[in-house]
């Protein structure tokens, strides 16, 4: 089925009212499908970028502004918190104002953000205007999404969503080299400050390129309550998974937080159901295809970006790499997932979404257990067989579980599923970082008091051996300035043995979590819905 467009004449010259039945031609270069897909994919490429190129300038950061391990978890999950909070409404406010608005808007204030924290000298001006990127980044994704919806027919819909998964699982995967090449030859500050240039060019296309398309039945009124509860609920979710390694699992502080979002999210589905024009129309979850994307997506990013977390401190506090080494050893990674995006999107044009997704997370939960043998002295050849599997894993996962998602959604909720896609993919970073992180912080408070009296260093208080514990958490040998270097040794390699034992166990527990995405993977399809985007000319 050819899917088809009209363009509204009787409101702005840029704004497309979507309607499969009859056909109107866009003309010159607004419109494009392609010039939109460029346009979209520079924008989320900073936003895919930001998600881990901050991952490999963490070092830096931390020790430039004497931050603590927790400090450094804020940068990473201040910056997820925004988004995951924030990525459903702004879905619904492009599919209420326009994508193209939204987006520009989002590419706008992202690239400002950018250059605000460029010119920080604190962590907590680090940490805030890392929030307000998560906001405005927040805009981007779901409209890029929803312009890609609009713009393409049915036909070709696939192919865009493979590109655009492909641009963000390059820029996801590649941010740790551009990051080390920027951090080792530049300074921490250009990580953020590359932002500026790029932004601005998304800024410039998308004022020349982008068209506002608006479906027919498009949302008129927008569901204020909901929009609140929603943002309760996801705001204490993932601020309890991130309090939790500081609080304690056991805490009554993180169960109170997990409780509160559990009666928010109930008290938003019943609201939901009274509301004439609901923020999330619930009947889009009786799709299973939809909500097995949905949870895909979750999972695979709590494997992802949790094991990511770890490698980057691995690779340069263990085996003492210069963050641009560190970035090339990931390499195998990066190359995997841009060679594998377009084979996964060939791959489930033929067959379907269903068997390259669980075959991605069959990959991606051997691969991580492959990262949980991991020692200090692993050559650099082990570890590229282990990094090249994990890309080649997420590849299909990044292409397939976008179009799972969005094409299964209605036309007119395109920006709400796209919200829900990147929603997903956002709360599985921080449950990843936020989950691993306590495991790993639980098995080297278990090992570090056992293997540090093994090993006959001096008895250490109970302070000092909370101190020693958070310097190994991120791969760091809490050494003195003057001790005697035979003592040094003997601290350092205590420090990585438990480095790695925590890393291990973490790793293993990203394995399970990719073994059950398998199974999750199983429920998915092909999105039915898809035909319901719109047909422009130059295809």
Same mark, same amino acid.
């Given at each position: 089925m050819t899917s088809q467009t009209t363009i509204d004449t009787t409101g702005p010259g840029d704004r497309a009212s979507v309607d499969p039945s009859e056909p109107t031609p866009a003309a010159g270069l607004r419109g494009h499908p392609w010039l939109t897909l460029i346009t979209v994919a520079v924008g989320v490429m900073m936003v895919a970028l930001d998600g881990t190129i901050v991952a490999i300038a963490n070092p830096a950061i931390q020790k430039d502004l004497g931050a603590s391990f927790a400090d450094v978890q804020w940068i990473t999950n201040g910056y997820f918190l925004a988004l995951a909070v924030c990525l459903i409404t702004a879905g619904k406010l492009g599919d209420r104002f326009g994508h193209r608005q939204t987006f520009l808007i989002g590419v706008t204030g992202f690239a400002a953000a950018s250059g605000a924290i460029g010119l920080s000298n604190s962590i907590a001006a680090v940490v805030t205007f890392r929030v307000l990127q998560g906001l405005f980044g927040a805009l981007l994704m779901p409209a890029a999404l929803g312009l890609l919806r609009a713009t393409f027919p049915a036909e070709k819909l696939n192919m865009a969503i493979g590109i655009w998964g492909m641009v963000i699982g390059a820029s996801t995967a590649g941010g740790p080299i551009l990051g080390g090449v920027l951090v080792e030859h530049v300074n921490w500050q250009?990580?953020?400050?590359?932002?500026?240039?790029?932004?601005?060019?998304?800024?410039?296309?998308?004022? *020349?390129?982008?068209?506002? $398309?608006?479906a027919k039945n498009a949302p008129r009124s927008f569901d204020l309550p909901g929009i609140a509860l929603l943002s309760g609920?996801?705001?204490?979710?993932?601020?309890?998974?991130?309090?939790?390694?500081? +609080?304690? +699992? %056991?805490?009554?502080?993180? +169960?109170?937080?997990?409780?509160?979002?559990?009666?928010?999210? &109930?008290?938003?589905?019943?609201?939901?159901?009274? &509301?004439?024009?609901?923020?999330?129309? *619930?009947?889009?979850?009786?799709?299973?295809?939809?909500?097995? %994307?949905?949870?895909?997506?979750?999972?695979?990013?709590?494997?992802?970006? %949790?094991?990511?977390?770890?490698?980057?401190?691995?690779?340069?506090? &263990? $085996?003492?790499?210069?963050?641009?080494?560190?970035?090339? $050893?990931?390499?195998? *990674?990066?190359?995997?997932?841009?060679?594998?995006?377009?084979?996964?999107?060939?791959?489930?044009?033929?067959? %379907?979404?269903?068997i390259p997704l669980a075959g991605g997370m069959a990959a991606t939960a051997v691969a991580m257990y492959g990262m949980s043998t991991l020692e200090a002295d692993t050559g650099s050849g082990v570890m590229s067989i282990w990094f090249a599997l994990l890309g080649f894993g997420l590849a299909p996962v990044m292409v397939g579980a976008t179009e799972v998602i969005v094409g299964n959604a209605p036309m007119e909720l395109s920006g709400v599923a796209g919200g829900l896609q990147q929603a997903a993919m956002q709360i599985?970073?921080?449950?990843?970082?936020?989950?691993?992180?306590?495991?790993?912080?639980?098995? &080297?408070?278990?090992?570090?008091?056992?293997?540090?009296?093994?090993?006959?260093?001096?008895?250490?208080?109970?302070?000092?051996?909370?101190?020693?514990s958070e310097a190994v958490q991120v791969g760091v040998a809490p050494v003195a300035k003057g001790m005697p270097e035979q003592l040094v040794a003997k601290i350092t390699s205590v420090a990585h043995d438990t480095f790695i034992s925590g890393m291990s166990l973490a790793s293993l527990v990203a394995a399970g979590v990719a073994a059950f995405a398998v199974l999750v993977a199983l429920l998915t399809k092909r999105g039915a819905n898809a035909e319901a985007g719109a047909g422009v000319g130059h295809i």
């Open positions: 250009s990580v953020f400050f590359i932002n500026v240039p790029v932004g601005a060019l998304a800024l410039l296309l998308g004022l *020349l390129i982008l068209l506002d $398309h608006r609920a996801m705001f204490c979710l993932v601020w309890a998974l991130i309090k939790a390694p500081t +609080w304690g +699992w %056991g805490d009554v502080k993180t +169960w109170g937080f997990i409780g509160a979002s559990a009666l928010l999210f &109930v008290l938003f589905a019943v609201w939901e159901t009274r &509301v004439a024009e609901p923020l999330i129309p *619930l009947g889009m979850f009786r799709s299973v295809p939809l909500s097995a %994307g949905v949870v895909l997506m979750v999972l695979m990013a709590i494997a992802f970006m %949790g094991g990511l977390f770890f490698v980057t401190f691995y690779l340069q506090n &263990v $085996h003492g790499m210069s963050p641009i080494d560190a970035g090339l $050893h990931l390499l195998p *990674l990066t190359g995997m997932m841009i060679v594998g995006s377009p084979l996964a999107g060939a791959a489930i044009t033929k067959l %379907g979404p269903r599985g970073g921080s449950l990843g970082t936020a989950v691993l992180g306590a495991v790993m912080a639980s098995k &080297v408070d278990s090992d570090l008091p056992g293997n540090w009296a093994g090993a006959g260093l001096p008895k250490l208080t109970p302070e000092q051996l909370d101190q020693a």
